[in-house]
């Protein structure tokens, strides 16, 4: 269990996130998007050539207890597809969602052979999964469709449930 | 010499579960549907401020207002008995979706998704107990 008590919803995000991040960095059609951490500002978005994917803080929604173990929080995050007029069309927002749902929802990609590289506090964890950092994606929902102002601009979110 | 079943008190007993199940989820509608409006109300009335005004506590709940009428367009409705939703009016207030959700250039506020978040460990535990208590007292 490397993501720290006390820190959680800093650690459960970047883990995520990089997780995201490693995926953009190698895989194709991944590499025409960019990832990032928190709320994408206008000017992070103006500054960006690709579609971002956005990755929220988390907020715990439950504790799981079981008997003779340690108990276990049931967090929610938000991951964001937003394509701000960088394809024009709905085609790349519906492929960025395919492509998270089928990642998320195949496990062994996802918590077994994605590795990332992350330094958490003053420890620097190298070539480590999501299991390794003690974050289970258990579901992915969505998509859910955002409303926008700009009609050449798509989102669309959706809902990891993580325990950890 | 002859062998009687009767299952009328089995078949009348499953009556009242299924009765009473009925009105314990009707019940615990009502107490998702209040619970999220309220919620969401207190997420919604934050300080007042006027037009043209910085707005205090930018991107935080709960959420600053000029005049209030998001909070007023929360609504609930009952579709069927087992269904209901609490919703933002449209008509009433037709920012309500960008305020939710942010913009390029506003943070989202999830007034409503936050209070789900909030609420949604009593809602499903109340449903529990009503269904529970409905189905022990009707079996009795």
Not at chain 1, 37 to 57: M, R
Not at chain 1, 122 to 132: A, E, F, G
Not at chain 2, 13 to 26: E, F, G, I, S, W
Request: net charge positive.
């Amino acid at each position: 269990m490397s993501v720290r008590a006390g820190y959680e919803i800093e650690d459960i995000q970047r883990v995520v996130h990089a997780v995201i991040a490693a995926k953009v960095s190698t895989a194709s059609p991944w590499t025409s998007w960019t990832a990032i951490l928190g709320w994408p500002e206008s000017d992070v978005l103006n500054n960006l050539a690709k579609p971002v994917i956005y990755v929220e803080p988390p907020t715990m929604i439950a504790r799981t207890v079981q008997q003779g173990a340690m108990s276990s929080g049931v967090w929610e995050m938000i991951v964001g597809c937003w394509d701000d007029r960088k394809t024009g069309g709905t085609q790349e927002i519906n492929i960025i969602g395919s492509q998270l749902l089928n990642f998320f929802r195949d496990k062994k990609t996802s918590h077994d052979t994605t590795k990332i590289t992350i330094t958490l506090g003053s420890t620097t964890y190298t070539s480590k999964d999501l299991i390794d950092m003690g974050v289970n994606v258990i579901s992915i929902v969505g998509p859910r469709e955002i409303a926008t102002t700009d009609l050449k601009e798509f989102r669309t979110e959706f809902i990891l449930t993580i325990r950890n | 010499m002859s062998v009687t079943f009767d299952m009328s008190g089995w078949v009348a007993k499953n009556a009242r579960v299924k009765a009473a199940l009925a009105d314990a989820v009707k019940k615990s509608v009502d107490f998702g549907m209040q619970s999220l409006h309220e919620e969401a109300v207190k997420n919604l009335t934050g300080p007042h401020y006027q037009i043209g005004e910085r707005g205090p506590m930018t991107g935080q709940m709960p959420i600053p207002r000029i005049t209030g009428n998001l909070a007023r367009s929360l609504k609930q409705r009952r579709m069927k008995p087992e269904l209901g939703a609490v919703y933002a009016d449209s008509n009433t207030a037709n920012y309500a979706a960008y305020v939710h959700d942010g913009t390029k250039y506003v943070k989202p506020r999830r007034f409503l998704g936050d209070a789900v978040k909030m609420k949604k460990e009593a809602i499903l535990r109340r449903f529990s107990n009503n269904c529970k208590l409905a189905i022990r007292r009707a079996g009795q």
